[in-house]
């Protein structure tokens, strides 16, 4: 545990000062191929960064901080687009923005608040808790979590619809309290206002929902611009503007799914065997397939969301069993995080033992 500690620390010093390189030197070459050249030994080394880590949690939000969103932000910073594009923030913000899970939230222009698009209508509304609610919240999402990790004692005793049920919701809890608990620092410290990471997926009414405006965020709003505007706009002047966003749509789950593949090299350090890559492959088109329904049955007929909600969590749930899971489960995975659990907490005990005052009679 504390060599693993040690090498998670060297990890993210590298880190820094390899984003201190990037803000001092990179940022005054010109945008463009020159820039991206330069960082190219930036990108090498966030994707190798996390191979230095052996534990599930420090491994994975630092595969996922580095490897993903740190490569693409940075990706974007060589043209001068993204969060980190003119004018540079300071350099802790600059460090905080390119390898942190943050959105920082911007009014909205006057154009978007007048637009009378109708495709703005089946955005979901997003709440604005309090940070008192933000906080239970949060703190309800770390109870049901503590109680799944408690519930996989008796796995031998359930059925194997109860347990996918438990990695469902187990997936979803610990990303985005892990998500939130990352920014938080940083949002304390600094004042950001910041974009939640995720907006109530389990209320999701079709996958067009669930993958473009409810789960993880962070991930969405990085790869919108990186591929697939790209590829909307090079598909609108070969096949035409209606149909441009279905390449785009698929050609982003592809690249989505090929970065979990080495996301997952991180947790295996086996070869791949695709299985996530086709998940992302399969969701792609059935989203794409839905846009297009949804475009030629436009205010005919319309799936009431009492249907369209839970039809959407189970193919999502069933798709997950069938290809999401089943890589991580042959290598030990689930296990591994569950006992690293119980080191967490024994750690814990022996390192912070705590000390209850007795009330006086």
Sequence with gaps: MDAEIKNFIKVWITAITSLCYCYYIVAKIPR??????????????????????NSFHLGAPTAFFLGWLGNFKLLLFAFDQ?????????????????????????????????????????????????KVTRSMLLAIKALLLAMIIRAYERRSNLHPYVILALYCCHTYLAVEIVLVLAAAPVQAIFGFEIEPQFNEPYFATSLQDFWG?????????ILRPTIYIP??????NVIGSRWAALPAIISTFIVS??????????????????????????????????VVVKK??????WLHRAISGPLTIIFV??????LFFPQLIRNGVDIKVIEEYSILVDFVKVNIPLHLPLGKS
């Design 213 to 221: 405006h409810r789960w993880n965020l962070m991930v969405t709003s």
């Design 317 to 322: 749930a069933v798709t997950g069993d069938w």
């Design 32 to 53: 463009g191929t020159i820039r991206l050249l330069f960082l190219l030994p930036i990108f090498y080394l966030f994707t190798m960064l996390p191979c230095n880590l």
């Design 296 to 301: 030629a049955v436009t205010n005919r007929w």
């Design 82 to 130: 993204g969060p980190l594009s003119p004018p540079l923030p300071k350099l802790l913000h600059f460090i905080s923005i390119a390898c942190l899970p943050i959105k920082l939230k911007q009014d909205p222009s006057p154009n978007t608040k007048n637009n009378k698009n109708p495709s703005h209508k089946s955005t979901p509304k997003s709440h604005n808790p309090t």
């Design 257 to 290: 799914g090929l970065a979990h593949e080495v996301i997952y090299f991180y947790f295996t350090r086996v070869h791949p065997t695709w299985e996530v890559t086709w998940f992302f492959i399969l969701h792609g088109v059935c989203t794409a397939i839905e």
């Design 231 to 236: 590829i909307r706009c090079i598909s609108a």
